[in-house]
């Protein structure tokens, strides 16, 4: 649960648009800036840009810059950034709200979309789905991505723009702003890979043999489809408002590219429900097997201590002490009594295998 909502006790009671880092996690409390400034012609890379320096390159109409900052637990720096680009209070807050719901959103003709990064580990050897937050907001001719990690995973798009693969650096800034979801919805599929080849394995444990594996591995793997669900369904309904409403700094054949990484979504998706329903399945299929294999052992537990029943009645009739019981004095009446227990014995052993009970 914990993933889902992170502690809230930092800012409760605040004021809307109070700066309050909300996470547990993060690995650098100072903010780094990286900046990507280029065009058909040229590209300008810095790892320590100034912000002066940036808010300087993003007015420049002839390039498109990508300022990428790492680190948000300076509320101050954060606070200049929104000031600097014209950012409203309180979506620099969901920024620094590290359990923000995914959203993609318009103000002040400007874009924000807040896209968690996926990543898998495994904990106890069960693969767990394990979240970092990406915002990124898309201004005319910019684009700014804030992160609380100094993980270089933005690398093979800054690589495509180095290389200017497809065209990249012709295109405009909505491009760039495509280019970085599309690249954090493509790392949804590489975490369901492994996630669809563990429920395999769980699957042929479940049919072949069912002693090594346990309830909570299934309920555990439905719990992080479920959350995979839960993390990328809202920037399908987000996309519709970049895709059905005009954005004057969005081209119209860029829309497409839009409409493509929507498809995505909902394959991701449907694969996530489909397994969802398949491990609610397994559920049932595991519990069904284990109830049968419980009824096959009572069946043979019932059907020994019926063989039972009888003997006992018999030696129980002869462990009374009577006094007049004129067959305790006759020299055969105890091998006849083993006579009748093993034809009694027999005759229901062979009953039952008529029956097709044994």
Known sequence: MARLLKTRTKVIGLHPGALVFVDESGDTETIQINLIDYNKDSIKESTSATLDECVKRAKD?????????????????????????????????DVLNMDHRPKIEEMDNMLLAIIKLANLELKKGRPRLKMSQTSLFF??????????????????????????????????????????IDFLIDQYYLVLEPMEDYFDQIEDQVTMNINKITPLDIMSLKGEFLYLRK?????????????????????????????????????????????????????????????????????????FASLFIPLTFIVGIYGMNFKFMPELEWKYSYPLIWVIILVISATMFLFFKRKKWL
């Not at 498109?64 to 900052?69: D, G, N």
């Not at 993980?151 to 180095?162: G, L, N, T």
């Open 61 to 93: 109409p002839s390039t498109v810059t990508w300022i990428e900052f790492q680190g948000l637990r300076d509320k101050n720096i954060i606070e200049e950034i929104g000031n600097q680009f014209g950012i409203h209070r309180l979506w620099l807050e």
């Open 139 to 180: 201004g005319k001719g910019f684009v700014l991505s804030f992160n609380d990690t100094k993980d270089d995973f933005f690398a093979p798009v800054k690589e495509r723009i180095r290389q200017s693969v497809w065209k990249i650096r012709t295109l405009q800034a909505d491009y760039l702003f495509y280019a970085l």
């Open 231 to 303: 993390t990328v369904f809202p920037i399908k309904e987000a996309l519709n408002k970049v895709i059905s409403h005009e954005h004057p700094w969005i081209e119209e054949q860029n829309i497409r590219y839009f409409q493509d990484v929507q498809d995505h979504i909902v394959q991701i998706v449907e694969v996530a429900d489909y397994y969802n329903e398949l491990t609610t399945s397994l559920m049932d299929f595991y519990q069904n097997t284990v109830n049968s294999k419980m009824n096959e052992v009572m069946k043979v537990l019932t059907l």
